[in-house]
């Protein structure tokens, strides 16, 4: 149980286009979402919280229009990158918590390389 | 202070032996401590993890030690596998602001050599 599913695992885009990338809960049902991104050898930085139907909450120092969440279901959160650009690439990582539960359970993670 | 210090940065060790990584938290809100392995390109995966009401939790291989007073915990894997090479991350989290949002350490890069 406890499966997150991310999507695409790999992307690259132009310069100027936008990229959507897809997080599933596959076994649970998931209230609260969160993206994350993770440079080479780095550790992960909190991007921002999505609650199911609510506005998603953004770390201090993320372009919320630049980096759109939505939080439509209690079984899908998606990020989209808008006017993507190459210091936008980056291994983005989501995770889902259940209601009620601690556990936060992670997804494999995105490559998005823009070129 | 949300900062979790993770230490060491990076670790060998020998298979068979006992791999410890520690880490240490200001926040006193902080009431959920778990640990996350990653390979190179996959998302963490949940080794295990402790609440501060309890001292030691064991699953398998890997031992939490949790030290309330002090404000640190660590990981100890026992009869380490080159298998557990790995980057490890502890992480840290509190409902004080009503999301549980982890707040990880800087991760130790562990190599267990045949």
């Known amino acids: 149980g406890a499966v997150v599913s991310q999507h695409p695992s790999w992307v690259i885009c132009k310069s100027g286009t936008s990229v959507k990338i897809e997080c599933r809960s596959l076994?649970?049902?998931?209230?609260?979402m969160f993206w994350y991104r993770q440079f080479p050898k780095q550790s992960l930085m909190l991007m921002a919280t999505?609650?199911?139907?609510?506005?998603?909450?953004?770390e201090q120092g993320v372009e919320k229009d630049k980096f759109l969440i939505n939080h439509a279901s209690l079984t899908l959160s998606t990020l989209t990158v808008t006017s993507a650009h190459p210091e936008d690439s980056s291994f983005y990582i989501c995770?889902?918590?259940?209601?009620?539960?601690?556990?936060?359970?992670f997804g494999q993670g995105t490559r998005l390389t823009v070129v | 202070q949300q900062q979790v210090k993770q230490s060491p940065q990076s670790l060998i060790v020998q298979k068979g032996g006992i791999s410890i990584i520690n880490c240490a938290y200001e926040?006193?809100?902080?009431?959920?401590f778990p640990w996350y392995q990653q390979f190179p390109g996959k998302g963490p995966a949940l080794l295990i993890a402790?609440?501060?009401?309890?001292s030691e939790k064991k699953e398998g291989r890997f031992t939490i030690s949790f030290n309330k007073s002090a404000k640190q915990f660590s990981l100890h894997i026992m009869d380490s596998q080159p298998g557990d090479s790995a980057t490890y991350f502890c992480a840290a989290s509190s409902m004080d602001t009503g999301r549980r949002a982890l707040t990880f350490g800087s991760g130790t890069r562990l190599q267990v050599q045949p």
């Open positions: 926040n006193t809100a902080f009431d959920y």
């Open positions: 999505s609650n199911e139907g609510s506005k998603a909450t953004y």
């Open positions: 995770s889902a918590r259940e209601s009620g539960r601690t556990e936060a359970f």
């Open positions: 076994d649970f049902q998931a209230t609260t």
């Open positions: 402790i609440r501060p009401d309890v």
